[in-house]
């Protein structure tokens, strides 16, 4: 997802200014990088750890594993209730005797998320503390909520100083009222790190007014983009493409979405709304179009690969991003990439730097629906905009992201020195 392309990104751009090693949960063939050191808990070696160092049951007995409904849970794919039985009988079945096995079973599991996430972080951050053992470097930089345990008990160990940088908040996902178990995870760590880095002025204004962290300690940097050319194609269907890519929950606004959608299909029947992505909102949003006797005008591709995102995009008229609290909005870059104009949320980072969009608030769905009609119907307006966009894309480099934060990691390198 958008946090796994931001952090390939940042590292990419930041691997000739600083030694890094990178600790991941699953790391593939392809992951190489100079100058920076990739370990894929999925593929862990007798060489980079001791496995009797560790010491604790791998099946966390005290960690209760609940099942929770998928309609609540934004961390759910629909059939993982199936297979579920099956996984719990391997989870607590793991032993220390075969604990580098069971590691990687773990994290080769195809779903990133899933019932056992909670799982996966305490584990992530018990082996991530193990391999940081030895204190070899100056920064630790941990990426959203699923690392800061491991984060914390790095910085606890070694003494050295912490960034944590935030892509998204469970204030985002789950509700800005939301105090759960992720939001006091994350509410600790905030207040434990040393510096935060922010996707957004719209993220640093969420942890000051959700988190009472300080803002004195938050610094912005916008993500970025690789520069790329796509050529535009031209599809074999005689309606026009409207584009959603993303989870299908809550926080991305599907309702919206549907109300919108509805509304510009009443003025320009000649459209179908691509909705590209899976969530525990997905039922909801294929019945109710039904419901609504507008099924015929939405195309539901599932999750797709990157290579299919960039088919769909370059084929894409209208891009639309309707949510309801998106600290940044990759996606709105990568639309501009294929110059595609954008109708998307004022609740996004996006906005603050993609000035060449249309941007209304989430709830505002009639004028949503009055821009994408517009950037539908007329195609001088579509293309102009769709312009002047992807030429925005030159001052939203991961270059220039990787730069702000390689002066962050100075700032705070001096200052932990000076101590």
Known sequence: ????????????????????????????EASELDRVTIIGLNALTSKEIDIEKLNFSLSFPHTEIVEVPIQFSP???????????????????????????????????KNAYGFNLLHKVNLFARVGEE??????????????????????KIKKRTGEPLILHVHALETDRSGESTRNEIYWLEKDSLEQ????????????????????????????????????????????????????????THQKGPNFLLETAEKVARVYPKVKFVVAGVGDQFSHLLETSAYKKIGNKFLFTGFLSKAKVNELLSMADVYFMPSVSEPFGLTALEAAQHKVPSVISSQSGAAEVMKESLQADFWDTDKQANY?????????????LSEAANKQLDNLSW?????KIMEVYQQIHFAHRQN
């Open 131 to 152: 391999l940081s053992a030895d204190g070899d470097f100056d920064v630790i930089h941990a990426h959203d909520w699923v690392t800061f345990p491991a984060a914390i």
């Open 193 to 248: 790190a040393d510096r935060i880095i922010a996707v957004s002025e719209y993220t640093k204004d969420q942890i000051g007014n959700h988190y009472q962290i300080d803002r004195a300690k938050i610094t912005v940097v916008h993500n970025g983009i690789d520069p790329a050319n796509f050529e535009r194609v031209s599809h074999k269907l005689r309606d026009k493409l409207v584009v959603f890519l993303g989870r299908i």
């Open 399 to 403: 270059a220039n992201a990787a730069q």
């Open 1 to 28: 997802g958008g946090l796994g392309i931001a952090t390939y990104g940042i590292v990419k751009s930041l691997q000739d200014k600083a030694k890094i090693r990178l600790i991941i949960p699953s790391a593939g």
């Open 75 to 109: 961390y759910h794919y629909q059939n993982e209730i199936l297979e579920r039985n099956q996984q719990i009988s391997q989870l607590t079945s793991s032993s220390i005797e075969n604990g580098l096995e069971s590691i990687h079973s773990i994290f080769t599991d």
């Open 372 to 384: 994408i009609h517009a950037l539908l119907r007329y195609k001088v307006l579509n293309q102009e």
